[in-house]
């Protein structure tokens, strides 16, 4: 593989890769917890992250920009990332792990709203429709937590507050607009979030576990390998090689595909609510993504 481009890597591969990446990520974070504190999880998979971005960097004599305007998008992209993986990690003790891909969908919903208040990017009233079919959806899923306990909730809750934590971050990086290098901004990024969940950690109180189980040491493994490093490198690679409208069909296999995956290999039920607002949830998804493009597609047609 070219050190500079890398584009000799095949796009399908990547493209499957990502997919199977942003589907498996979210068990795996369930399964990190087990036996252990969530914050050892969290910390865990930042700290392997970190470590095997800056290899990557150094591997690749990637730049690494310091002047005050990086300093700036790399503090914003690590408050977003420790926001948004240490509310994942918390809330995934109370729900099941295809609700966390589920509720995720929603993130180019926030990702759009916080544009459009921020940096006044256009939202088309077929978008608008997009994200309350989606909001619908939530309160759908919602309203089917109690039968998981008196905290699923407050998972549901805190999943949803880490989706906007990557929204905002997103939508401020692009507001800097500066040109950090992407593979910079993720090693930097992912370091700051693990040296401020080794910081909530040590706050915490919480002492290093008694044991960790096979499965939650692989777990976290894979976690800081493959859905902080692999799946990101991997995304950035198709959508610089594929156009955004099929780019934008992974949010739309991942939730469904993460939910059997919780089915069959966890054991997590699937009941009808989940159904429905999983549906709606999608259905919304689609809406948002293609609205824009069918209303320039009629603008075309009319005389």
């Known amino acids: 593989m070219s050190r ?67 300093l700036r998008a790399y503090l914003v992209c690590g408050l ?63 309203g089917g937590g109690a039968e998981f306990g008196p905290w699923a909730g407050a998972g549901i809750g805190a999943v949803v507050l880490a989706s906007l934590c990557q929204s905002a971050s997103a939508v401020w990086i692009k507001k800097l607009a500066l040109n950090v290098p992407v593979l910079a901004m993720t090693a930097v990024g992912v370091a700051i979030a693990a040296v401020l969940d080794a910081a909530t950690w040590l706050v915490s109180g919480i002492g290093w576990p008694a044991e ?41 296999m991942t939730p469904v595909l993460a939910l059997l995956l919780g089915h069959f290999l966890n054991a997590e039920p699937l009941t009808r609510q989940v159904y429905a607002g999983t549906a709606l949830i999608l259905c919304g ?7 824009g493009r069918v209303q320039r597609s009629i603008g075309r047609l009319r005389p």
């Open 212 to 252: 960790v189980t096979t499965r939650a040491a692989l777990s976290i493994l894979y976690l800081g390998v493959g859905g902080s490093v692999l799946g990101f490198l991997l995304y950035f690679y198709i959508l610089k090689h594929v156009e955004a409208t099929r780019v934008a069909l992974i949010s739309l």
């Open 285 to 291: 998804l689609l809406v948002f993504q293609f609205a």
């Open 4 to 70: 500079e481009s890398g584009d000799d890597l095949s796009v399908p591969a990547a493209y499957i890769g990502v997919i199977l990446v942003w589907t498996t990520t979210p068990l795996a974070i369930k399964w990190s917890t087990e036996g252990s504190h969530f914050l050892f999880g969290v910390t865990g998979r930042m700290a392997i992250g970190a470590l095997v971005c800056f290899a990557l960097l150094a591997w690749r004599r990637g730049r690494l920009p310091l002047d005050v305007g990086a």
């Open 80 to 142: 977003g990332i420790y926001g948004g993986m240490t509310l994942s990690f918390w809330g995934s003790q109370f729900i099941p792990s295809g609700w966390i891909s589920v509720i995720f969908g929603l993130t180019p919903m926030f990702t759009g709203l916080m544009a459009r208040l921020w940096i006044s990017e256009p939202l088309p009233p077929g978008r608008l429709a997009g994200m309350g079919l989606g909001f619908v959806g939530l309160v759908v899923i919602y």
